[in-house]
């Protein structure tokens, strides 16, 4: 986690409490997708019920809708359970966002993703450990180093993302793995095609 003392700015989240419109469309289109990856694991919980994984899709600039924090364990989401990430400040690690749920805490390396290109439309983050070691530095891999939630990884997932390869291996957070894509279904496609290769 982040600390203070060790230089890092903790993560701060400015929620708004309200409902926020999202079209049946949007929803099914997340619910598919969630729904599949949360099936074969990819999305859950250890057994300690701390939930991991985390889907999202572009809204307008870029202000995304995301899977709200401690929503891992879920088996089937509903329209509460979902969040929209209004604004954000990479280096402050802030994000405001807008729901009945908050925005998961790994928003910010969705945030990251859009940003890096606006043709970019949907984001998944999984955690899979046999993926995460067989991919980890064969396929693009953020350093080591760079702490997870810290404005250090956001630069280096801009990096990697400009290669477009469609997946990044988070060498700082064990077993997580990023993919993105013009849609959710392309983003889901990327993850399943390395899935099905280990
Ligand atoms: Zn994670």
Request: charged share 20%.
């Amino acid at each position: 986690m982040i600390k203070h003392d060790e230089g890092y700015i903790k993560f701060n989240i400015k929620w708004e409490e309200k409902a926020f419109d999202l079209s049946l469309y949007d929803f099914q289109n997340l619910n598919t997708c969630h729904d599949k990856l949360y099936n074969i694991g990819l999305i859950g919980a250890y057994p300690n019920l701390i939930g991991f994984g985390n889907i999202s899709i572009r809204a307008t600039g870029n202000k995304f809708i995301i899977s709200g924090s401690a929503t891992g364990n879920i088996k089937q989401l509903s329209e509460k359970d979902y969040s929209l990430v209004t604004k954000y400040d990479i280096d402050e690690n802030l994000i405001h966002c807008e729901g009945l749920t908050k925005a998961s805490s790994e928003s910010l390396s969705h945030a990251a993703v859009y940003e890096s290109n606006p043709e970019i439309k949907a984001v998944i983050h999984i955690h899979h450990l046999e993926m995460w070691e067989k991919y980890i530095h064969n396929l693009p891999t953020t350093n080591k180093n760079a702490e997870f939630g810290t404005p250090e990884i956001a630069d280096e997932m801009k990096k990697l993302v400009i290669q477009n390869s469609g997946i990044l291996i988070m060498g700082g957070h064990q077993e997580g793995i990023i993919s993105y894509g013009k849609s959710i279904n392309e983003a889901e496609e990327i993850i399943l095609t390395y899935f099905n290769k280990i």
